[in-house]
C-alpha cells in the first residue's frame, strides 16, 4: 500500500501481469493522493498522475464505487439540482450524513450559496481586479468563507469577479477514474477563466487551486496560470503588510497544513507569515499529518479516514491554543467531526474579523 507498491502493482496491470480485481482495486483507490510521495520521489517520478492513470483503467472492474460515481457525476454536473433537493431533504439527509460520520454532528446547512446574488463586487478607488474561483464546497457548504474572501478584498481595494461560467474543477470524478468527465469540466473553466480580462484568479481551496494550476495541463493541456491560493495572493502583492499591527481575534493557536496546498502547491511560509503580521501565535503541533479526508477517499473508506483523523487530533491537543486555522474547507469539514474544545476556521475568516475589527 506504498508509492512504491502500487506503481508496481500498476505496471504488473499494464505489462498483462496483473488482471483487475477487488483487491488491485482497493489498493490502488485507497491512496489519498496527497501528493506527498511525487514531491519526495528523488527520481521524480509523477506518482499521483500514473495512480489518476491507474484508477481511469480500472473504473469498469471497480463495483464497489458505482453509486458513488453516479452521485458525484451528478452533483458535479448538476450543482444547482443537488444544492436544491438537498435542501428540500436536509432534515433527514443531514442527521444521517453525520450519524455516518460524513458530516460533523454542529454543520447548518446554509439556505443559500454564494453565487445566488453575487457576480460583480466593484469599489470606489479599483487598485485591481480579480476573479474568485470558489468551488463546490465554498459556494455550497460554506457560503461565509466566500463572502469573507469577497469582504478583504473589498477592503484591500479589488474589483472582485464570480463568474458565471465556473463548473466544480473535476477533481472527485477524476478521483474515481472519471477522467473524460473530468477532462470535460476542465475545459469548461479554462474556457471560463481565460477570457477574463483580471491580474489574478483567488481561491480558497487548495485542490481546486492544485487542479486548475497544475493538473489541467496535464489533463487537457493547458491551465489557469494566474491562479492562487489565497495566502500567496496576499504576500505576492504585499497586501500581508497590511495586516500588521491589527488586533488578532485571538493570541495563541495551531495551523493545520492541507496536503494539497504544502505538498502540492509547496505552500507552508505563507500563511504562517500572515497569521504572525496579524499578531496570532501558532502553536507548533507534536507532528503534523493528513486529516483523513482526501474527497472521495473519505466515502470509500469510512474506517480509515476515521483513524486518520483519530491520530491527527491527537497532536491538536494543547490547550494553550484557542483555535485551528487551517486553509482548506476539506480539512475543516473534516477536523470539525471530532474537535468539539476549539473553533475550527478558515484563514480567511482571520483575515477578515482583523481588519474589520481595525477599521
Known amino acids: 500500500m506504498g508509492a512504491r507498491g502500487r506503481l508496481a502493482l500498476l505496471w504488473g496491470l499494464s505489462a498483462d501481469q496483473l488482471v483487475s480485481s477487488p483487491l488491485l482495486n482497493d489498493r490502488i483507490f485507497s491512496c489519498t493522493l ?3 510521495c511525487s514531491r519526495l520521489c528523488a527520481s521524480g517520478v509523477d506518482i499521483k498522475e500514473i495512480i489518476y492513470h491507474g484508477r481511469s483503467l480500472l473504473k469498469k472492474s471497480d463495483r464497489k464505487r458505482t453509486y458513488l460515481r453516479i452521485l458525484t457525476n451528478f452533483f458535479t454536473k448538476r450543482p444547482e439540482l443537488g444544492f ?8 433527514l439527509c443531514r442527521p444521517y450524513l453525520a450519524k455516518r460520520g460524513i458530516l460533523p454532528l454542529q454543520t447548518k446547512l446554509p439556505d443559500r450559496h454564494l453565487k445566488d446574488n453575487l457576480q460583480v463586487v466593484t469599489v470606489p478607488k479599483k487598485k485591481g481586479r480579480v476573479a ?21 478584498l473589498h477592503l484591500l481595494g479589488y474589483e ?30 479554462v474556457d471560463t477563466f481565460s477570457r477574463l480580462n483580471v491580474e489574478a484568479v483567488v481561491s480558497l481551496c487548495p485542490t481546486c ?5 497544475s493538473e489541467y495541463p496535464k489533463m487537457i493541456g493547458k491551465g ?24 488578532a481575534p485571538v493570541k495563541n493557536a495551531f495551523f493545520h497544513d492541507p496536503c494539497h496546498l504544502k505538498y502540492g502547491l509547496g505552500i507552508e511560509k505563507e500563511p504562517r507569515e500572515i497569521l504572525g503580521n496579524i499578531g496570532i501565535d ?22 480509515l479516514s476515521q483513524k486518520i483523523l483519530g491520530n491527527c487530533i491527537k497532536n491538536y491537543s494543547d490547550e494553550k491554543a484557542e483555535m485551528i486555522i487551517t486553509s482548506c474547507p476539506g480539512c475543516i469539514l473534516q477536523l470539525s467531526k471530532e474537535i468539539r474544545n476549539k473553533p475550527v476556521v478558515h484563514l480567511i475568516e482571520i483575515i477578515e474579523e482583523a481588519m474589520l475589527q481595525g477599521e
Open 84 to 91: 436544491k433537493l438537498f435542501k428540500m431533504t436536509r432534515h
Open 282 to 303: 501558532l502553536i507548533k503541533p507534536r507532528e503534523e499529518s493528513c486529516c483523513g479526508f482526501a474527497g472521495t477517499f473519505c466515502f470509500s473508506y469510512r474506517k
Open 224 to 247: 489557469v496560470e494566474n491562479i492562487l491560493d489565497i495566502s500567496s495572493f496576499l504576500i505576492n502583492r504585499k497586501e500581508s503588510t497590511a495586516l500588521s499591527g491589527l488586533s
Open 132 to 152: 474568485v474561483f470558489t468551488g463546490c464546497m465554498v459556494n455550497y457548504l460554506y457560503p461565509h468563507m466566500g463572502e469573507a474572501l469577497i469582504d478583504v
Open 160 to 189: 472582485v469577479i464570480l463568474p458565471a461560467g465556473e463548473v466544480c474543477c473535476g477533481i472527485p470524478l477524476r478521483a474515481l477514474g472519471l477522467e473524460e468527465d473530468a477532462a470535460s469540466l476542465a475545459k469548461k473553466n
Open 34 to 36: 496527497c501528493g506527498a
Open 209 to 213: 487551486t492544485l487542479a486548475l494550476k
